[in-house]
């Protein structure tokens, strides 16, 4: 009788304790309950819109969030009469704000700040019609500066400045302070006095 030859014994048993550790395995998962992975509910948006008192106005406070833009597009579909966004806001997403610019320039809505109005929120001001301060209101602007040792991937900060500073543009403002806006750092926020904002046409009314 002919031998085998024992490393086949052994490919053999290799592969009959492989079979049976994957019968094993299968065995343990079906008796284990499948567990859903946890829903990863989105945070609510941080900023409030509504319709003033007197229904002359929207007013938003809280932060240039995601979901605004389609917020006020909703507000300005059930509401077509009214022509004015008061704005209380430290800033936010700048994306965002450029989309609530596009709502405010396709149906005449004018910007209007009480109290405090920055960074993103300052774009969003600057896409009024026409653009007003209460006594006390202030605008706050800062720039782009990164340093070069900073990386935002596919994201170009000199790219992004640009695009904001061509609605400065479009609004009319006066070219000496949109090379100003260019210019200035990331902190501190920069606060011009109303004359400036006047003499840039930022605001429409003294």
């Known amino acids: ?68 833009t389609e917020a006020l597009r909703r507000k300005v579909a059930a509401h077509p009469e009214v022509r004015r966004l008061t704005l209380d806001s430290r ?25 405090h109005c920055a960074s993103a929120c300052a774009l969003i001001f600057a896409g009024g019609e026409a653009r007003t301060l209460a ?21 170009d900060p000199e790219v992004e400045m640009q695009r904001d500073l061509a609605i400065y543009r479009a609004q009319g403002l006066e070219e000496s302070f949109v090379l100003r806006l260019a210019s200035l750092p990331q902190a501190p926020m920069w606060y011009p006095d109303r004359a400036e904002l006047f003499a840039a046409r930022m605001i429409t009314a003294p």
């Not at 990863?40 to 007013?59: M, N, T, V």
């Not at 006594?135 to 994201?155: C, K, M, T, V």
């Open 91 to 115: 800033g936010g997403y700048i994306a965002e704000a450029r989309g609530v610019v596009t709502v405010l320039r396709a149906h005449g809505i004018a910007t209007h700040v009480e109290r």
């Open 1 to 68: 009788m002919r031998e085998r030859p024992i490393d086949v014994i052994f490919l053999k048993l290799l592969l009959a304790v492989s079979l049976a550790g994957l019968g094993i395995i299968a065995l343990v998962m079906a008796r284990t309950e499948a567990r859903p992975l946890p829903l990863r509910i989105a945070p609510p948006p941080d900023f409030e819109l509504r319709l003033s008192e007197d229904g002359q106005a929207f007013e938003m406070a809280g932060q240039v969030d995601f979901g605004l």
């Open 135 to 155: 006594p006390e209101a202030q605008i706050g602007l800062h720039g782009y500066s990164i340093g070069r040792d900073r990386h935002f991937g596919l994201i």
